[in-house]
């Protein structure tokens, strides 16, 4: 995709939402359903998929742990992010890499430890680029994509998360 293309598909949604900022609101939504043993189905979109426990906490390796997914997540998102980004900014490379790492104590989320945090302590997100770019122009590419790579800034933000239950 190029720049004219990337406008071309952007610029009525830009101008959509300066003119009605409510239509940029939009929810999004993730649906699991328990399944058998300790799996849950997760709709994707283009599958399903089944998670599990990551081995580390008793699973058999089998499923897909939802740590890894959000890694993948983030990694999805800033590539995606990366990409449109450089579109944007008439940036080139020949190839692009995201690598997201992320580490857990499991003594936390299986209850060995009080003090252990659930949950992601640290979590490292890597760029390796193939490009002939300045150095000043590949910070700009990176600064920018993380303002504007959705899973990054909600990760490194306090979110309210409300819970409630539906009983059937």
């Known amino acids: 995709?190029?720049?004219?293309?990337?406008?071309?598909?952007?610029?009525?949604?830009?101008?959509?939402?300066?003119?009605?900022?409510?239509?940029?609101?939009?929810?999004?939504?993730?649906?699991?359903?328990?399944?058998?043993?300790?799996?849950?189905?997760?709709?994707?979109?283009?599958?399903?998929?089944?998670?599990?426990?990551?081995?580390?906490?008793?699973?058999?390796?089998?499923?897909?742990?939802?740590?890894?997914?959000?890694?993948?997540?983030?990694?999805?998102?800033?590539?995606?992010?990366?990409?449109?980004?450089?579109?944007?900014?008439?940036?080139?490379f020949q190839d692009a890499y995201v690598q997201v790492e992320g580490d857990l104590d499991f003594r936390g989320t299986l209850s060995v430890d009080r003090d252990a945090p659930v949950g992601f302590r640290d979590i490292r997100l890597r760029f390796q680029l193939d490009t002939v770019e300045p150095p000043e122009k590949i910070k700009t590419l990176i600064k920018l994509t993380e303002r504007y790579c959705v899973v990054y800034q909600t990760l490194i933000k306090e979110n309210a998360i409300s819970v409630s239950i539906n009983k059937s």
């Open 1 to 92: 995709m190029d720049l004219l293309e990337l406008k071309r598909l952007q610029d009525p949604l830009k101008e959509k939402y300066r003119t009605n900022p409510n239509s940029a609101l939009i929810t999004l939504s993730a649906t699991a359903r328990c399944g058998e043993g300790v799996t849950c189905k997760i709709e994707t979109g283009q599958m399903m998929a089944e998670a599990g426990l990551h081995p580390a906490t008793g699973g058999d390796g089998l499923s897909v742990c939802s740590g890894d997914m959000l890694l993948e997540a983030l990694a999805a998102c800033a590539g995606v992010t990366l990409k449109a980004v450089a579109t944007s900014i008439n940036f080139s």
